[in-house]
């Protein structure tokens, strides 16, 4: 496994972290049993996956508790993160609080290494500035956690707002941010003020939904052609994304993803999703892999650099910010 230092935390970590929600949920999503997330937890460990990502809203925090509370707390980072709204009622910063307690309660420590406002959404980023990051930060004086972040509402905040004002205020040590083949303006818009910064970056949204699914991507480049966007002739290919495979390139759709995104200047973790043992090897595998070759890598800028917003399907238990 290679380690990476997550920006000026100085935690050192795996840069493959399991993320424990998104369609998956650790195959709870897929119809799998608690007893066969867990073992999953703990293979990942023994691949060298030491970065876990959970959140109040993926109802995976105490099962990942169950799995890794037999490992040295040492060997582990733990990030979680709470929303600050239900629907269109902010949460008060108390109830933030209570969601905080209950996530180590659930996760069986006495401090998560790095906690985050889950999804905060453009609109609720001054409440959250003045109202609910100084309550919290309040909390990480009492050692319930180490380091403060914010994840982005990706579907609904293409542009990075809240995490570009978030940075600019300096209020962060951590982010998850959404970057892909199809959506990439993270690297103008963001990368270059986190690294300034050192902020460290957890990538989500790397293969979720579209690249597990060719289908998907053929269907999008249709709409993006007859949008304009893309050139014609992808449009008519069965698998638009196929000059990505070949000999000395990525072997699969998802490789490419995933070499794609962990390769990039900024991005530290790259979060990815499973239900079961050997989806986990191969993403952890294609995670670990060399850059994709420059000519490929210089194709998807020119084709693709331009979009956003493409890929970014929202999980069935994820909740909507507010209108």
């Known amino acids: 496994m290679d380690h990476v230092t997550l920006g000026r935390t100085g935690l050192r970590v795996s840069v493959a972290g399991l993320g424990t929600g998104g369609f998956s949920r650790l195959g709870l999503g897929t119809g799998g049993t608690e007893a066969d997330a867990i073992a999953l937890v703990r293979t990942a460990h023994e691949l060298g996956v030491t970065l876990f990502d959970t959140a109040t809203a993926y109802g995976t925090q105490a099962i990942l ?40 309660r659930e996760l069986q420590t006495d401090h998560v290494d790095v906690f985050q406002l889950h999804g905060v959404p453009p609109s609720l980023y001054d409440y959250a500035r003045e109202k609910i990051i100084p309550a919290v930060l309040r909390e990480k004086e009492r050692g319930k956690f180490r380091h403060f972040g914010i994840s982005e509402t990706a579907p609904n905040d293409t542009s990075h707002t809240t995490l570009r004002r978030g940075v600019e205020d300096n209020l962060l040590d951590v982010l998850m941010v959404a970057f892909h083949m199809l959506h990439q303006n993270a690297r103008t818009l963001l990368f270059p003020q986190t690294r300034e910064k050192k902020i460290g970056t957890l990538l989500m949204y790397a293969v979720r939904g579209i690249f597990t699914h060719p289908d998907r991507v053929a269907e999008a480049m249709r709409e993006l052609a007859t949008a304009g966007q893309v050139p014609a002739e992808l449009a008519a290919e069965k698998n638009p994304l196929g000059f990505l495979i070949h000999a000395a390139g990525a072997s699969s759709l998802a490789d490419a993803a ?32 060399p850059p994709l070759p420059a000519a490929d890598q210089e194709k998807l800028a020119i084709l693709f650099g331009h979009l956003i917003g493409v890929g970014l399907e929202r999980p069935a238990h994820a909740t909507p910010p507010p209108t």
């Open 65 to 104: 508790g169950k799995a890794l509370q037999p490992l040295p707390r040492g060997s582990v980072v733990i990030t979680t993160k709470t929303a600050m709204h239900r629907g269109n009622e902010r949460l008060t910063p108390e109830q933030v609080v209570t969601a905080l307690d209950t996530s180590l």
């Open 258 to 289: 995933y070499r794609f995104v962990r390769h990039e200047p900024g991005v530290d973790v790259v979060l990815f999703g499973t239900g079961n043992a050997e989806h986990l090897r191969a993403n952890i595998s294609s995670i670990l892999k």
